[in-house]
């Protein structure tokens, strides 16, 4: 997960092309320092120096301010994740059914 800033009037830009970007999972525009939060999948902690050269050229006006590493994930969309990143279960998303059910009753 990496924390950024970029001025405001570059900000459409540098999410455009950070949403191009393989390795990036969602990124967000938000208020505060960090007005960019950017969560990314790496194969390896060797490719982090890599992936922030590769977004330091294609996005000019973006500074990464921070980050945060997770080495492991042990559930993903609902689905348990063994050490190989392989689903062994499932966790029933139940915030996004009841959503569901809350848009349809305000039809």
Known sequence: ??????????????TRV????????????TAGPHNVVIDVWLRAMSDVHGFEAHVARQVPHLAIDDRSVVLRTVKHMGRLLDRDGRCVGVVPL??????????DDED
Do not use: D, K, W
């Open 1 to 14: 997960m990496y924390f950024a800033s970029a001025p405001a009037r570059y900000l459409r830009e540098a």
């Open 18 to 29: 950070l949403a191009g970007m393989r390795e990036v999972r969602s990124c967000s525009i």
């Open 94 to 103: 139940r915030q996004v059914q009841e959503t569901r059910r809350v848009a």
